[in-house]
């Protein structure tokens, strides 16, 4: 049974949650405002396995709690938002979420997207080659875990899974697509911008000058390209 922690203001919504997603397998914990969810996320590592955020909260707004989580912690989190504007997707995902899910909604469709993300984060079995070198980074597969000059980069579990994705495609123009199939296992035309967002994050946290990557290139039009000298 997963861990959740529902983050929402709305107490008819918030009970109405957590009977359905309970319904279907999962405990959750309900924390009215902001202030509260960080009380209980950032003493220590995570006590759940995944955050539901919803982005319109009194006091700290969801995307500032977002923030704040990511830069403590690598639990999922996934977006509940009024709004599917664009803006306020893209600000989510580039603040460290993982996924984001439009009210009102629907149980099941939570609830795959729930067991999408935490089967992405479960450790997978060690493939053949467990460390290899991508450009000055050092990945281990095996540990999913990628260093540079020996310190380790704090990756999500998303961000680590699209770098190994284009580590096995190096030189190769990976559609967004492709990449939503592959690394969101997502079989459907999910939205592109959980991937523009990711590629954003991971380079920050991996390229010399994120402003003028040499790495992880963008292909206009068709996507991006991992170039490793």
Known sequence: MSRLLLVEDDSALAEALALALGGLGHRLTVAGSGEEALEMLLPGPAPVDLVLLDVMLPGIDGFEVCRRIRARDLVPVILLTARGDAVDVVVGLEGGADDYVVKPVEPRVLDARIKTILRRAAVQPAPPTTVETVGDLTVDRAGMKVFRAGAELRLTATETRLLLEFADHPGQV???????????????????????????????????DPGNPSLLRTVRGLGYRLDVP
Do not use: C, H, M, N
Request: hydrophobic share 50%; aromatic share 8%; net charge positive.
């Open 174 to 208: 990976l559609t967004r697509q492709a990449l939503l199939k592959r690394v969101w296992d997502y079989g459907f035309a999910g939205d592109s911008r959980l991937v523009d967002a990711a590629v954003a994050r991971l380079r920050a946290k991996i390229e010399p």
